[in-house]
């Protein structure tokens, strides 16, 4: 059974940062692309930021580019988000999901929230 | 950045009766290989967003027939034949064509 669980979520002030991880298990991690996808309280879905197998590709957002860092270790089946320099505006629930070009699975969302 | 438009983006349905999604892009969703990357997600409340449709009509596994997805270029749409009681909740439509990627705003299913 295919299984992504997350962790490292929180309440972080502003400039904060805070680091997301995304335990997976029941397929072989290495060969899917990974995603996060984030969803402000009461708000539709907005992706955030994709990497490819290798490592060698990412993808981000504008409105998170050059404060967030996404990464995998595949040695760990584990994907991550950094999070740095977190704005109000980034307060959501964080979800990590398989694939690039479509989300064929999803962890549960993990919330973080930025307020002072 | 592709624009996704869903209408309506609430629908009150009675039970048994049909629904229909509409979601348009400001772009075609044509890939250079040749597919659609057209996703359709069901998120009931409190969960986690669940694919119902990929490629623009495939459907997932243990998605129930009623569940239909069509359309090509640049407008696509999501039939519901008949409403049942568990597809409450939020319909989105998601472009996996183009970076960045991008959602519809989404359809709140309710029931009459």
């Known amino acids: 059974e295919v299984q992504l669980l997350k962790s490292g979520g929180g309440l972080v002030q502003p400039g904060g940062s805070l680091r997301l991880s995304c335990a997976a298990s029941g397929f072989t991690f290495s060969n899917y692309a990974m995603t996060w996808v984030r969803q402000a309280p009461g708000k539709g879905l907005e992706w955030v930021s994709s990497?490819?197998?290798?490592?060698?590709?990412?993808y981000y957002a504008d409105s998170v580019k050059g404060r967030f860092t996404i990464s995998r270790d595949n040695s760990k089946n584990t994907l991550y988000l950094q999070m740095d320099s977190l704005r109000a505006e980034d307060t959501a629930l964080y979800y990590c999901?398989?694939?690039?070009?479509?989300?064929?699975?999803w962890g549960q969302g993990t919330l973080v929230t930025v307020s002072s | 950045d592709v624009v996704m438009t869903q209408s309506p983006l609430s629908l009150p349905v009675t039970l048994g009766q049909p629904a229909s999604i509409s979601c348009r892009s400001s772009q075609s969703l044509v890939y250079s290989d040749g597919n659609t990357y057209l996703n359709w997600f069901h998120q009931r409340p409190g969960q986690s967003p669940r694919r119902l449709i990929y490629k623009v009509s495939n459907r997932d596994s243990g998605v129930p027939d009623r569940f239909s997805g069509s359309g090509s270029g640049t407008d696509f749409t999501l039939k519901i034949s008949r409403v049942e009681a568990e597809d409450v909740g939020v319909f989105f439509c998601m472009q996996g064509t183009h970076w960045p990627r991008t959602f519809g705003q989404g359809t709140k299913v309710e029931i009459k």
């Open positions: 990497i490819s197998t290798s490592v060698t590709v990412t």
């Open positions: 999901a398989r694939g690039t070009t479509t989300y064929d699975y």
